[in-house]
């Protein structure tokens, strides 16, 4: 089966805390891509990152970071010093190879207060 | 380039009626997917389009479920027959490419309530 789980459905944290999005999946596939959405209260989902299955390095992008373990298939995001502007429903996608479909999970629910 | 646009933003309509949705993706994308979205839950993959062939429909799409994308660029998503259980956010996305996945431009979606 393939399956992607974001087992955290709410997470709130006061600002300038770091905080970590889990996301495990599934798939027996050996090629496979990795996504996360952002989709703030206004409603459109943005896109943050794409890994692909073989590219297990690390990434940073500003305050954000993302930890790929395919050992034990996770994909974190990390957001450091969070800010107001980062509460929104973050979601973890999985695109499987032999497939045009996405898998989406059930998302995060992430609220940063002031 | 204004991103991609869906409409209605609003649909409310009595159960039994058909209801036509439109996406208008990123001009130059060739790749468009319909989802639909409830309440505190991730996009559901409904259908893809690449050009104006459809590559893609998902096994939970029933029969009164309809998708087109003419000429490769505008789609249309068509729900005959509406029921309750079809009220949820119906969700447009574009993308560039042909072979890797890449990342995929969303609309503002389109609120379906059934009645």
């Known amino acids: 089966a393939q399956k992607v789980t974001q087992a955290q459905t709410e997470i709130s944290v006061v600002e300038k805390e770091d905080v970590t999005l889990d996301c495990v999946y599934e798939?027996?596939?050996?090629?496979?891509?990795l996504f996360w959405y952002k989709q703030p209260p206004s409603g459109e989902l943005v896109f943050l990152i794409r890994?692909?299955?073989?590219?297990?390095q690390n990434e940073i992008s500003g305050r954000y970071s993302w930890n790929f373990q395919k050992s034990t298939s996770s994909f974190n995001f990390t957001i450091t010093a969070s800010q107001v502007v980062d509460s929104a429903v973050y979601f973890c996608?999985?695109?499987?190879?032999?497939?045009?479909?996405?898998?989406f999970g059930t998302g995060t629910r992430l609220k940063v207060l002031a | 380039d204004t991103g991609v646009s869906q409409n209605p933003r609003h649909k409310i309509t009595k159960r039994g009626q058909n209801v036509t949705f439109r996406c208008d993706p990123i001009?130059?994308?060739?790749?468009l997917y319909w989802y639909r979205q409830t309440l505190g839950q991730g996009p559901e993959f409904l259908t893809y389009?690449?050009?104006?062939?459809?590559?893609?429909k998902s096994r939970l799409l029933s029969d009164r479920f309809s998708a087109e994308r003419p000429k490769g660029s505008f789609s249309t998503l068509e729900i005959q027959r509406t029921e309750q259980g079809d009220s949820a956010m119906y969700l447009c996305?574009?993308?560039?490419?042909?072979?890797?996945?890449?990342?995929?431009?969303f609309g503002p979606g389109t609120r379906l309530t059934v009645t």
């Open positions: 890994r692909n299955s073989f590219d297990e």
């Open positions: 389009f690449q050009n104006e062939a459809q590559l893609e």
């Open positions: 798939t027996r596939d050996t090629t496979y891509y």
């Open positions: 996608a999985l695109y499987p190879s032999g497939t045009y479909k996405y898998i």
């Open positions: 996305a574009s993308s560039l490419g042909q072979g890797l996945p890449y990342e995929q431009y």
């Open positions: 001009s130059e994308h060739n790749r």
